[in-house]
């Protein structure tokens, strides 16, 4: 074990590179639709105000790791939660531990990584809304400030300050006065909640609109008329035939005929993406182990500069 590499939560963020980042997000993602993948579905423990999930992983050529996270609801800010552990690497050839990093910037990028991947393959031009003020929505708000620094991006959420927050992470962030107004401008929507009931109403989607619900990991964040209404995309099958917390709250009880493509295979080219430009489209995350196995390759590889031992 002295060989291991232990990062804190500063230094993980640190070796997040971006665009490493976003390549194995897309790879990791794909292998998962093509059922390259070993990951069984995560499973928890319940605590009375959160829980704690473990999801191990492995993918070829991105390595073998398992993440230990939890998913407390905090009591001074009703609506949100906070996601804290680690994250574990290991030698996919000796099964020698690698790393322990810390899991919250982990989690906040990949998915971050993930939904920005369906907002690029899936949505059609416009004004691009962030829905929270969290880490999730900071860390969405500062990948796209990275990755698309010229596009304009308005940040909604119930706080003011908070709002103006996290709109200040992007050099053409913008708060709006409310949910609703900014959501009904918008052409792509990254909802980064930790909603217990829906934030989205179906009447405020524009025709067009993508949708990127990363939040609900207590309830559902979008509501019923907006999943029957859309396009669904998700990063594997169990999102919508597992129950929570593995399988996402808003694609419980489809009827059988309904389907939900794969972000992989769209992005494979295996898959069709937007049939057309009045399509209601909505890429569900879950999280997936496979997606924080990308994330903590790219940190050791960052950092190492080198795979494996």
């Not at 990062?7 to 640190?14: G, K, N, P």
């Not at 019923?224 to 709250?249: N, R």
């Not at 399509?279 to 196995?293: C, P, Y």
């Amino acid at each position: 074990m002295n060989d291991v590499l232990v990062l804190d939560r500063a230094a993980t963020l640190a070796a997040l590179d971006p665009h490493r980042l976003m390549t194995a997000v897309s790879d990791a993602l794909v292998a998962v639709a093509r059922d390259q993948v070993s990951a069984p579905a995560r499973t928890a423990a319940f605590a009375p105000n959160g829980l704690l999930g473990a999801m191990p992983g492995y993918v070829p050529g991105l390595g073998l790791a398992a993440k230990l996270v939890s998913v407390f609801r905090d009591p001074d800010q009703p609506g949100r939660s906070s996601h804290q552990g680690v994250v574990v690497l290991f030698d996919p050839e000796d099964g020698s531990p690698l790393a322990v990093l810390d899991a919250e910037p982990i989690t906040a990028w990949r998915t971050a990584a993930a939904a920005t991947h369906s907002a690029l393959a899936l949505a059609g031009p416009g004004p691009v809304v962030v829905v929270g003020t969290g880490a999730q929505a900071r860390a969405q708000v500062s990948l796209l400030a990275v990755l698309r620094p010229g596009v304009p991006v308005t940040v909604a959420g119930r706080d003011p300050e908070a709002t103006r927050a996290t709109a200040a992470l992007h050099p053409e962030g913008e708060a709006a006065p409310d949910i609703e107004s900014a959501v009904r401008k918008a052409a792509t929507l990254y909802c980064c909640t930790g909603a217990t009931r829906p934030v989205i109403r179906r009447p405020w989607l524009a025709p067009g609109t993508h949708v990127s619900s990363v939040g609900g990991s207590h309830g559902p964040e979008l509501d019923a008329e907006t999943v029957q209404d859309a396009d669904l995309y998700t990063e594997w099958p169990g999102a919508a035939t597992t129950p929570p917390p593995s399988g996402a709250h808003e694609l419980q009880d489809l009827p059988t005929e309904r389907r939900v493509t794969l972000l992989g295979s769209v992005l494979a080219g295996e898959a069709p993406g937007r049939r057309s430009p009045d399509a209601l489209t909505v890429f569900k995350s879950t999280g997936h182990a496979a997606l924080d196995v990308a994330a903590a390759h790219v940190v050791h590889v960052t950092v190492t500069g080198r795979i494996g031992r």
